[in-house]
């Protein structure tokens, strides 16, 4: 018989805590719905009581196979658990399971709290019991357990085993602040089991402040314990949680866990995991990591050629498990250190056939090596790699040409006396044989370019109406004020898709139009499904 494992998401509650991340109540739905979908043990939505958005959150239940857990502070000691009125909004949330929060390091009880180490164990009794009297799943989360067990063993036990006593139905052991060591976790849960809490009642709560929540998590699990709290993505406050999208495919593809452990999570759902992971960045507005284990975009991803050959004949070769898995996929990239393997392949995933004898796959490798010398990188640069892949082995229709573009910067004092700076760019496009002029103004000479570009760009216009410039890099290439410089620009469009052009020049005005250039032509081929498509691995 394997043992279950249960998953608890606190990404709306302490992944909240987040520096820059503030989730609205619709925000809060929506993550909800995807936890939920996902097949997610329990999903703690917040702290109801404590601020208008999570009270909002918690007037009706968001789960619907999910349990959905209130998390708050065991009750004020000195006041009785029927007189909080925090633990009384608690208790009457739409939720399923409250999650309590408990000191156990006798240096925060005195320090935090100040009352006595009984106060604090007989508040974390009384609010469990009120919790299981209100028909809610009690839990406590041991606040500090580790660094408390090792500066106080007694008294950090006394408060775990008090937690059990009363009821809880998970005895959670809090890394808070992320500084103990896998074996000092493995060790402390097997001292926490022979006090008589059995591992089927304890949980683990990681903070990645020394980068190894997800290893002192697993480290828990082998010790014991049977809940593992984290967050989508590793999001959290300082250095963040551990991640459950890089513990859940661990446990269920590893055999070291996979053969002992199952999960709520179906196979199915976890080749969902990377549409989960990106998804969760896109409604935070920011862009995914690119080497998040399982999901990145270069988790599976090959740059050297010796290794590319190898992947092509047997992908276990450098592969840990099959990409398609975890719903990702494999990338064999093309830059001045892969040969022909690479191209090939990158070039047969894009729907691009060429003979590995056709002199015009020389030539492209050639040209790509030639450019990468000057400052280019394909590697990551996606869109504009398929664009010259594609004029170099066949051709790229002419949708448009710019004739001439001239970008103005003005620095001056506006009527009211404020010193402003404003950029405005013209821009001449002849489409059809036909001539058109755009003005336009920005804030910076890019943002201008980009605008007045995009202005009017004839029967064109409507089919870049939804796309958009999300992200722009630079890249000093060489020192000096006449420096090379290399220009990277991400694009998408209202289907989701994202894609990289790049752009080099000793004019970053320059650099920054090719980019922008080959953008544009990448969205009207992929309208069109003349590129974009992943034809074959």
């Given at each position: 018989m394997k043992s279950r494992i249960h998953l608890f998401d606190t990404t709306l509650r302490d992944?909240?805590?987040?520096?820059?991340?503030?989730?609205?109540?619709?925000?809060?739905?929506?993550?909800?719905?995807?936890?939920?979908?996902?097949?997610?043990?329990?999903?703690?939505?917040?702290?109801?009581?404590?601020?208008?958005?999570?009270?909002?959150?918690?007037?009706?239940?968001?789960?619907?196979?999910?349990?959905?857990?209130?998390?708050?502070?065991?009750?004020?000691?000195?006041?009785?658990?029927?007189?909080?009125?925090?633990?009384a909004a608690i208790l009457q949330s739409a939720s399923d399971a409250v999650c309590f929060v408990a000191k156990s390091w006798d240096y925060h009880v005195r320090v935090a709290l100040g009352c006595t180490e009984d106060e604090n164990l007989d508040a974390i009794r009384a609010s469990v019991e009120a919790a299981a009297a209100a028909g809610k799943e009690p839990m406590v989360d041991c606040e500090h357990f580790f660094d408390g067990y090792k500066a106080n063993p007694g008294y950090a036990l006394a408060c775990a085993k008090a937690a059990h006593a009363a009821g809880a139905r998970w005895v959670v052991l809090c890394d808070t602040n992320g500084g103990t060591?896998?074996?000092?976790?493995?060790?402390?849960?097997?001292?926490?089991?022979?006090?008589?809490?059995?591992g089927e009642a304890l949980g683990i709560?990681?903070?990645?402040?020394?980068?190894?929540?997800?290893?002192?998590?697993?480290?828990?699990?082998?010790?014991?314990?049977?809940?593992?709290?984290?967050t989508l993505n590793g999001i959290?406050?300082?250095?963040?949680?551990?991640?459950?999208?890089?513990?859940?495919?661990?446990?269920?593809?590893?055999?070291?866990?996979?053969?002992?452990?199952?999960?709520?999570?179906?196979?199915e759902r976890l080749a969902g995991i990377a549409r989960l992971s990106r998804s969760f960045d896109e409604l935070l507005n920011r862009a995914p990591d690119a080497q998040?284990?399982?999901?990145?975009?270069?988790?599976?991803?090959?740059?050297?050629?010796?290794?590319?050959?190898?992947?092509?004949?047997?992908?276990?070769?450098y592969e840990h498990v099959p990409p398609e898995s975890v719903g990702n996929r494999r990338r064999v990239m093309v830059s001045d250190q892969g040969g022909k393997a690479n191209f090939i392949a990158e070039l047969k995933r894009r729907g691009i056939p060429v003979d590995r004898a056709d002199h015009r796959l020389d030539r492209?490798?050639?040209?790509?090596?030639?450019?990468?010398?000057e400052g280019y990188a394909y590697e990551g640069a996606d869109a504009s790699f398929e664009?010259?892949?594609?004029?170099?082995?066949?051709?790229?229709?002419?949708?448009?040409?710019?004739?001439?573009?001239?970008?103005?910067?003005?620095?001056?004092f506006d009527a009211n006396g404020n010193l402003k700076t404003v950029s405005e760019a013209i821009v001449k496009v002849e489409i059809d044989g036909e001539e058109r002029m755009s003005v336009a103004e920005g804030k910076g000479p890019v943002n201008a370019l980009d605008i007045a570009l995009r202005k009017d760009l004839g029967k064109f216009q409507a089919e870049i109406g939804d796309m958009e410039?999300?992200?722009?890099?630079?890249?000093?290439?060489?020192?000096?004020?006449?420096?090379?410089?290399?220009?990277?620009?991400?694009?998408?469009?209202?289907?989701?898709?994202?894609?990289?052009?790049?752009?080099?020049?000793?004019?970053?005005?320059?650099?920054?139009?090719?980019?922008?250039?080959?953008?544009?032509?990448?969205?009207?081929?992929?309208?069109r499904e003349m590129a974009g498509l992943v034809a074959a691995e």
């Open positions: 992944g909240q805590q987040t520096p820059g991340v503030d989730f609205s109540v619709e925000d809060k739905i929506a993550i909800a719905a995807m936890l939920d979908g996902f097949g997610i043990d329990y999903v703690e939505g917040g702290y109801p009581g404590a601020n208008p958005t999570d009270t909002a959150f918690f007037e009706k239940k968001r789960t619907a196979r999910a349990k959905f857990v209130a998390f708050g502070m065991t009750k004020r000691v000195g006041v009785s658990a029927s007189n909080d009125p925090g633990l060591q896998p074996s000092e976790v493995r060790a402390i849960v097997a001292a926490v089991i022979a006090a008589g809490i059995p709560h990681a903070h990645d402040d020394t980068g190894q929540a997800v290893a002192n998590s697993l480290a828990a699990v082998e010790a014991g314990v049977r809940q593992i709290q984290g959290g406050e300082r250095c963040g949680n551990a991640n459950l999208v890089t513990l859940i495919p661990t446990l269920m593809l590893k055999p070291a866990f996979a053969d002992r452990f199952v999960t709520g999570i179906s196979t998040a284990p399982y999901v990145g975009s270069s988790a599976f991803a090959t740059k050297a050629g010796i290794h590319a050959s190898a992947l092509l004949k047997e992908p276990q070769t492209l490798i050639a040209l790509v090596k030639e450019r990468e010398a664009l010259l892949a594609r004029r170099t082995l066949g051709t790229v229709p002419a949708f448009f040409e710019v004739t001439s573009f001239r970008c103005m910067i003005e620095r001056r410039l999300v992200d722009f890099k630079v890249r000093i290439l060489n020192g000096g004020t006449e420096a090379i410089t290399r220009v990277l620009i991400e694009s998408r469009d209202g289907t989701g898709a994202r894609w990289w052009t790049v752009g080099v020049s000793d004019n970053i005005i320059d650099a920054s139009f090719q980019a922008l250039m080959d953008s544009i032509v990448y969205k009207l081929m992929k309208n």
